[in-house]
């Protein structure tokens, strides 16, 4: 089966390796704010969702054969929900249908209410190196607002379950700009999944998704904390995390050395990878292409032939300049002019002379040959993107700004 090593320094996954995305869309309940593809109480579906995804592997494999892959994540909706007996099915699958790294990093998301130590014993032993936890925040109160069906207790248990488990790579989701948060609140919370002494932190700032309850709540009149506040938690947070051995790797995701995510960084470094499951978007062999938010049109197109496709589109290589600018400036590792020359025959100089400008205002910095945003350059990084867009062609840009992936799990 799957390798149990820890994730290696951080390093740029290999263009000639592929990562492999599985989606799950289940949810015991849905968050507020969510605006993910997931479902509640479609539970009757699982045992028919899985059989499709068993079939679209097997469907897909040969596409991928003798491309290893070092990075398998299943996410959500809420995995763990799932349950361990069918996520333990679809890496057995995976192992024997493509050729999996003894190395490669295996994640699965999960809640804490829905974690128990027999389960995540049986993902461990299934070849799950990686967990990526949903803690949110370590108030009851802010919870309950956004309709997280956890507690700060069972975060705290199943963190305890994880580590008896044996499970030495760790990540807690947090989002700061809750309902009723404040920075006190916001650095208890901080301090709290520190001592948790988790390998990796994502914290994410809130946004408030069209069409969510949580939209319908702010346009009812409910007050969240405003942008200043957000800036303030954001800044705070890049320089406690720094300060505890954190390293900043991405707008906002920070890890102890050696274990950045190496799927996410796929996604940032535009590396290749396939999706599978309703709403899944993928980037392989030159194209990018995503399935339908349908789980009832995923599974009945899988199974009986139907079309599953939702979008699809050839990109040449030249074009993708754009999204190197835009996602790999979501990064430190940032971008060098002579590989952007190399990559792409496109001129660098317009791009510098502008970076050049950011960094007299502390957004951007150059370093080791490359360059990069620096936090303050973070927070208004659409901005500072947008405008490096434009200084190639029109058309180029807003080819870029097309092709923008959805964040799955981003």
């Not at 596409?63 to 996520?87: E, M, N």
Request: net charge neutral; charged share 25%; proline share 5%.
């Amino acid at each position: 089966m799957f390798g149990r090593t820890k994730t290696p320094q951080f390093q740029e996954p290999h263009r000639d390796k592929l990562g492999i995305y599985i989606h799950i869309p289940f949810c015991r309940s849905k968050c507020d704010y969510c605006d993910f593809y997931s479902l509640a109480g479609r539970e009757e579906q699982m045992d028919q969702y899985q059989k499709a995804l068993l079939a679209h592997l097997e469907e897909t494999a040969p596409l991928a054969k003798d491309i290893p892959i070092d990075t398998v994540y299943i996410g959500g909706g809420t995995p763990s929900y799932y349950g361990a007996k069918r996520i333990k099915g679809l890496l057995a699958a995976i192992d024997k249908l493509f050729h999996v790294e003894k190395t490669a990093e295996i994640t699965v998301e999960c809640n804490p209410d829905s974690v128990n130590l027999a389960d995540l014993k049986t993902l461990r032993k299934a070849g799950v190196n990686r967990l990526s936890m949903g803690m949110q925040s370590a108030d009851g109160c802010e919870l309950e607002a956004i309709h997280r069906i956890h507690t700060p207790k069972q975060t705290d248990e199943a963190v305890n379950l994880a580590r008896k488990a044996k499970f030495t790579n760790l990540s807690l989701d947090l989002i700061y700009g809750l309902p009723g948060q404040t920075m006190d609140s916001w650095k208890a919370t901080v301090e709290h999944a520190l001592s948790l002494i988790p390998q990796h932190l994502s914290c994410y700032g809130l946004k408030v998704e069209e069409g969510t309850p949580l939209a319908r709540r702010v346009a009812e009149g409910e007050v969240l904390p405003d942008d200043d506040m957000q800036v303030e938690m954001y800044l705070w947070t890049v320089g406690r995390l720094e300060r505890a051995g954190y390293h900043q790797y991405e707008i906002s995701n920070f890890a102890k050395p050696g274990y950045a995510s190496r799927h996410n960084l796929r996604y940032w470094l535009l590396r290749p990878y396939i999706g599978f499951g309703p709403g899944a978007h993928s980037d392989f062999g030159g194209r990018r292409y995503s399935f339908l938010r349908d789980l009832d049109g995923y599974i009945q197109g899988v199974l009986q032939g139907g079309n599953i496709i939702d979008s699809s589109e050839l990109i040449p290589r030249r074009e993708r300049s754009g999204e190197y600018l835009m996602l790999r400036l979501r990064t430190t590792h940032g971008i060098d002019g002579g590989e952007y020359r190399r990559e792409y025959f496109m001129d660098f100089e317009p791009i510098r002379a502008r970076l050049e400008q950011f960094a007299a205002h502390g957004w951007a910095q150059l370093q080791d040959g490359r360059w990069h945003l620096t936090p303050k350059g973070f927070l208004i990084s659409n901005r500072l993107i947008g405008d490096l867009l434009e200084r190639q062609t029109p058309a180029q840009w807003q080819d870029a700004v097309n092709r923008k992936p959805e964040g799955q799990n981003l």
